[in-house]
């Protein structure tokens, strides 16, 4: 993206788009956390998702890569290199879980215990479960739906009203997607130091 004069800005490919096809224009830029894109822009984007953490007791950090719904598509403690393109370079979504397995399995012991405890520290420590925002959205989703049908532009009130709605929707939806990342970094975290555990006591 390139800033322009007063006709507008322009954008530049980095590979050939034909005629009528799609253009995905990502809000990522490099690096960025899915928690930065919720803040500036009042969503959660797709896959990949970054996600970032801080221990506030150790003050230790640490990142992981959400790839797609599956279990086994997220990367511990990624490196820059892997997320530096994040959502920008089309076909690293393939590459990434290609090598996920990989790079997870180098993921040392330590590592993956201060991951798992962190994490399932988080979600003990929040006030709702995954399920009950599920349900929480529904109800929400329903209430805007009653607003719109009753307001008019005519009615601040309940224009208001529709907005407060939609911002409180963004908010459950970005825990909801949270909590689901979180979940299955845990699964393979947990898969991993199972595995690790396990070869050591054949030693």
């Known amino acids: ?21 799609g253009i995905f224009i990502s809000y990522k830029g490099s690096g960025a956390t899915s928690s930065e894109i919720f803040q500036k822009y009042g969503f959660v984007e797709g896959y990949p998702q ?19 719904d599956d279990d086994g598509g997220v990367i511990i403690n990624p490196t820059e290199s892997m997320t530096a393109d ?25 590592e993956l215990e201060q991951f798992s405890n ?3 520290g988080c979600l003990q420590s929040l006030p709702t479960t995954l399920a009950q925002d599920t349900d929480i959205l529904n109800t929400w989703k329903q209430n805007l739906l009653l607003a719109e049908s009753t307001s008019t532009n005519d009615d601040n009130d309940k224009v208001g009203s529709v907005n407060d709605i939609s911002d409180m929707i963004s908010a459950i939806d970005y825990r909801i ?6 979940g299955k970094a845990l699964v393979v ?15």
């Open 118 to 120: 962190h994490f399932n």
């Open 86 to 110: 994040a959502g920008t370079v089309i076909g690293l979504i393939d590459t990434l879980l290609a090598g996920a397995g990989t790079h997870n399995s180098n993921v040392s012991m330590e």
């Open 1 to 21: 993206l390139t800033k322009g004069d007063e006709f507008g800005d322009s954008i530049v490919a980095a590979v050939d788009i034909k005629a009528g096809s």
């Open 189 to 203: 975290a947990e898969a991993l130091i199972a595995k690790k555990n396990e070869y050591i006591g054949e030693l």
């Open 50 to 68: 970054l996600w970032a953490w801080k221990d506030p007791v150790s003050l230790r950090e640490g990142s992981f890569l959400c790839l797609s």
């Open 177 to 182: 997607s949270f909590k689901g990342a979180i």
